[in-house]
């Protein structure tokens, strides 16, 4: 029963995340406690919106950058008490129901390896990880412990393409699909400097690994 109580907290955490115009359903026995992995990857934004409307509670973000930490903090009116220098240190203070990382991919492994031995599920946001190897890893550890990895690819979540899906009767069989989007550039719509910081350095941003890890988002 616990079991499943989790499952749908995980489920309705990641409908507040992935659609864009979500209405304000989650009381306060379904809040999920969340700790923060990162500040960096400007995504982090909508969650800590979420925070600051009640939705979800933050109980621990782990940044090392003080100067970012103050910019959030004031930002989103967060207290001292849940910010910490790393997340190790944050998950001996805090016992989250999930950890979400916001940080570059280069350290996205790092994460999962603290993470699966303790048995907390982590929401990558994407790409999975910084290189194939990398992504083998979480995948195993995954494996392992018993613990679910995510990873944010919008298209899952697109009501458009879940409609195909459901009418895939009708369609017939759906053998390839191809997607293409994107905007004007990182700079161009306002990244952060610290998004930017890592966004746009190929050793620290996965580079041309981002398309080879799609295929191994979906972990079992």
Avoid at 38 to 67: C, W
Avoid at 81 to 90: M, R
Avoid at 129 to 157: C, M, Q
């Amino acid at each position: 029963m616990k079991k499943q109580i989790i499952q749908m907290k995980y489920k309705l955490l990641l409908l507040i995340i992935f659609i864009a115009n979500v209405h304000p359903f989650c009381s306060a026995q379904q809040k999920l406690k969340v700790v923060l992995a990162g500040l960096s990857h400007d995504h982090v934004n909508p969650i800590l919106d979420k925070q600051k409307a009640g939705q979800i509670e933050i109980i621990g973000i782990a940044e090392p950058d003080r100067q970012l930490c103050e910019k959030k903090k004031k930002d989103y009116q967060l207290p001292d008490s849940i910010f910490f220098k790393d997340l190790k240190t944050a998950l001996q203070n805090k016992h989250p129901d999930l950890v979400m990382v916001y940080e570059a991919p280069a350290e996205h492994l790092s994460v999962v390896e603290i993470c699966m031995p303790l048995h907390i599920p982590v929401m990558i946001e994407k790409p999975l990880a910084f290189t194939n190897e990398d992504a083998a890893r979480i995948k195993t550890l995954s494996e392992k412990f018993n613990t679910k990895v995510y990873t944010n690819f919008p298209s899952i979540w697109y009501s458009s393409f879940n409609e195909l899906l459901k009418r895939s009767n009708e369609a017939g069989t759906i053998n390839k699909m191809v997607m293409r989007g994107g905007h004007r550039g990182p700079i161009e719509v306002g990244c952060s400097k610290e998004f930017l910081n890592w966004l746009t350095d190929s050793t620290k941003n996965g580079a041309v690994h981002w398309l080879i890890l799609v295929a191994m988002a979906q972990l079992s």
